[in-house]
Structures are given as structure tokens and as C-alpha cells.
T-cell receptor, first 114, second 113 residues
Framework: DSGVTQTPKHLITATGQRVTLRCSPR?????VYWYQQSLDQGLQFLIH???????AKGNILERFSAQQFPDLHSELNLSSLELGDSALYFC?????????????FGSGTRLTVV | DQQVKQNSPSLSVQEGRISILNCDYT??????FLWYKKYPAEGPTFLIS?????DKNEDGRFTVFLNKSAKHLSLHIVPSQPGDSAVYFC????????????FGQGTRLTINP
């Protein structure tokens, strides 16, 4: 258990629908990052939140949005879903101190759009 | 715009031998480089990192080498063990992007008994 919790683990939904993916960061971590991994691809950065504020955006579609709540959990909302949105969505958290150990990742949410 | 590249999608190594995974990058502003290991159905787990001001970092069987002039880093695993079979991602930290990590496409390492 990495300490980063993602729910649900699996999600199957139809095209055009909207889903919400949830992430609880490791205790004490203020940063939350969302990444997308499509089939046989690397991890693509979507968005970064720090203590409730958006800090950086990657190649995130306009149909996707995210937020980080006062208790530091984060949600990634995906709407008007298309077949190509099927992927693994990872959340990661970090506290940047000293010799950096990078992020701690959750186990991911596998989204299948049919 | 692929700033971090792992050109070998797969690598097969005999148990007990050395595994060498390679990674190239284009952005000279990256300040940290990291290697992550990923098993199926799990999230990536941190393996080892190196600051851009160093050229080598060692942790047990794992050593990362950084060649800044060539914009190249490599991960050496000695000796390789069956449990090392996984997908390995190279990543770089972008200080101009709020420390976001930029990942390579991954290399699938298979250790053969």
C-alpha cells in the first residue's frame, strides 16, 4: 500500500457519459498530480494541484477537469467520454524535500469506454 | 514533443547478468532524473533518482548514470533477478513546470532464469 488511494479501481462506461475519479494523497502530501497512461504509452501529465490550487496543466482536454478539496483529496472529472479516453488514470502525491524521491503513485483507475 | 525518450520498448536479460536501461532527454533545464518500476495492475514505484549536478548514484543493485553533455542517463541493475521483470520508466523533473515529472514510454525488462 503506497498510501495514495484511488477509487474506483475499474470503471466501464458508455461514450458520451461523465465519470469522476477520486484520489486521496499520502498523509502530509500537499501536491496531487494526475497522469493518463494509454495502451503501451508512457504516462502523460494532465494536471497538478498544490494545497487546493492548480499549479500546472499538461495536455488535458477541455472535456476533463479536476479540483483539490480542503481535505486535500482530488477528483478528476471526465465528460463527453470518447472511446479514445479509455486508459489507466494515475494519481500521485508528493512532498518535495531534500533529496527528492519523486512522487508516490496510487494503483490507478482503469477506465474503459464502450 | 517527446522530451524524454526510451528507445528500447523491451529488453531481455539472463538472470545474474547486468541489465542496462537507457533514456535520452532534450530539455537541459531538467533538475532531477528518476527511474520508476511498474508491475501489472499496480502504480509505478520509485526506484532511484539522481540530481542533475551529479553523474552517478548507487543504491544496492541499482546504479543510475547521468551524462549531461550527451543528455543521456542509464540504469544498471547488477545482478539481475527474476523479480526485476517489470516495465521501467525514466522520468525527469521540470523546474519550470512546477516540478512536474515528464516520463518516457517505458522499457519492458524480462529476466530469464
Amino acid at each position: 500500500d503506497s498510501g495514495v488511494t484511488q477509487t474506483p479501481k475499474h470503471l466501464i462506461t458508455a461514450t458520451g457519459q461523465r465519470v469522476t475519479l477520486r484520489c486521496s494523497p499520502r498523509s502530509g502530501d500537499l501536491s496531487v498530480y494526475w497522469y493518463q497512461q494509454s495502451l503501451d504509452q508512457g504516462l502523460q501529465f494532465l494536471i497538478h494541484y498544490y494545497n487546493g490550487e492548480e499549479r500546472a496543466k499538461g495536455n488535458i482536454l477541455e472535456r476533463f477537469s479536476a479540483q483539490q478539496f480542503p481535505d486535500l483529496h482530488s477528483e478528476l472529472n471526465l465528460s463527453s467520454l470518447e472511446l479514445g479516453d479509455s486508459a489507466l488514470y494515475f494519481c500521485a502525491s508528493s512532498t518535495r524535500t531534500g533529496s527528492w524521491g519523486g512522487y508516490t503513485f496510487g494503483s490507478g483507475t482503469r477506465l474503459t469506454v464502450v | 514533443d517527446q522530451q524524454v525518450k526510451q528507445n528500447s520498448p523491451s529488453l531481455s536479460v539472463q538472470e545474474g547478468r547486468i541489465s542496462i536501461l537507457n533514456c535520452d532527454y532534450t530539455n537541459s533545464m531538467f533538475d532531477y532524473f528518476l527511474w520508476y518500476k511498474k508491475y501489472p495492475a499496480e502504480g509505478p514505484t520509485f526506484l532511484i533518482s539522481i540530481s542533475s549536478i551529479k553523474d552517478k548514484n548507487e543504491d544496492g543493485r541499482f546504479t543510475v548514470f547521468l551524462n549531461k553533455s550527451a543528455k543521456h542517463l542509464s540504469l544498471h541493475i547488477v545482478p539481475s533477478q527474476p523479480g526485476d521483470s517489470a516495465v521501467y520508466f525514466c522520468a525527469a523533473s521540470d523546474p519550470q513546470g512546477a516540478q512536474k515529472l515528464v516520463f518516457g514510454q517505458g522499457t519492458r525488462l524480462t529476466i530469464n532464469p
